[in-house]
């Protein structure tokens, strides 16, 4: 029997079935084994960023507050401050390196903005010698930062030599690494690519949260030098201006010995309602 033309035309070809991709195929067709955006759910899903701030916020008070009392010879354990208080003696150490943090991250968020629109206005296929090369080059600088952070740790006198560069070739050189990575399995697996099998996404996850961590610990390293700085350098300062602060006395029902510059100590007539016969003075009074 002969096919009228209406059907002949709405048959589909022999040999070519036609068939519409599912939503979920159109999704996996449509992006690489790991997108950027995946990989930040998956960093703040790890690491919340309040939770984090907070801890920061309360470990650099403790460390200014404690290298502060340090320089006087009084552990800070003993002058009983809250978890407030300690918040609000972070501030003043904050300001500098959050605003340097703040800007460097705008910084690579402009950069990321700009390798993205390069990434779509490239053709497809396999990525030029000249990308590669580059590619390789943020690896082999990530990879050097990092290990001179390792080496900061194997080795404490670097650390201590040089202010504040350990921690930051580690957590930098974390993050320039896992951003060659990702540039490379990027122009190698580029969305809408058909054919070929991409990479796992599993190992890509897990070393995202593996550089997620050692982000977070470079950052509390940093805080550390850069509070324990801040607090002896207020301590310093503190004492070379002692002279033309207020001055305080001390009473006590005993004697208490205390020696040092602009010290006096007296003693008040013994009497009915005496209690505390001994004041100690200091600087300015």
Not at 64 to 76: C, E, H, I, P, S
Not at 122 to 135: K, L
Not at 164 to 172: M, R
Request: one cysteine or more; a positive charge; proline letters at 7%.
């Amino acid at each position: 029997m002969r096919a009228s033309p209406t059907e002949s035309r709405h048959r589909p070809p022999l040999g070519r079935p036609r068939t519409q991709p599912s939503g979920h195929g159109r999704a996996a067709a449509q992006r690489p084994g790991l997108t950027l955006e995946r990989a930040l759910q998956v960093l703040t899903a790890i690491v919340a960023p309040t939770t984090v701030l907070t801890a920061l916020l309360f470990y650099v008070g403790w460390i200014r507050t404690n290298a502060l009392f340090q320089y006087f010879g009084v552990d800070a354990t003993a002058l009983g401050l809250t978890t407030q208080d300690y918040l609000l003696r972070s501030t003043e150490a904050l300001y500098v390196p959050l605003g340097t943090l703040l800007v460097v991250g705008l910084a690579g968020v402009w950069a990321h903005g700009q390798v993205e629109a390069w990434l779509a206005g490239r053709r497809r296929g396999e990525p030029s010698r000249r990308t590669a090369v580059a590619v390789a080059a943020v690896g082999v600088v990530g990879l050097a930062l990092f290990a001179r952070g390792v080496a900061g740790v194997a080795v404490p006198r670097l650390s201590h030599d040089a202010f504040l560069v350990s921690p930051v070739c580690l957590g930098l050189g974390a993050i320039l690494g896992a951003y060659a990575q990702w540039l490379w399995r990027r122009l190698r697996w580029p969305p809408g690519r058909r054919g070929g099998a991409s990479p796992p996404r599993w190992p890509g996850l897990v070393g995202l949260g593996l550089v997620a961590m050692l982000v977070v610990l470079s950052l509390f390293w940093a805080a550390t030098d850069y509070a324990r700085a801040y607090g002896r350098g207020r301590a310093v300062a503190y004492a070379r201006d002692l002279a033309v602060r207020p001055g305080v006395v001390a009473y006590s029902a005993e004697r208490l010995f205390l020696q040092g510059p602009g010290v006096r100590e007296a003693a008040l007539p013994a009497g009915q309602h005496a209690s505390y016969r001994y004041p100690t003075a200091g600087c300015g009074c």
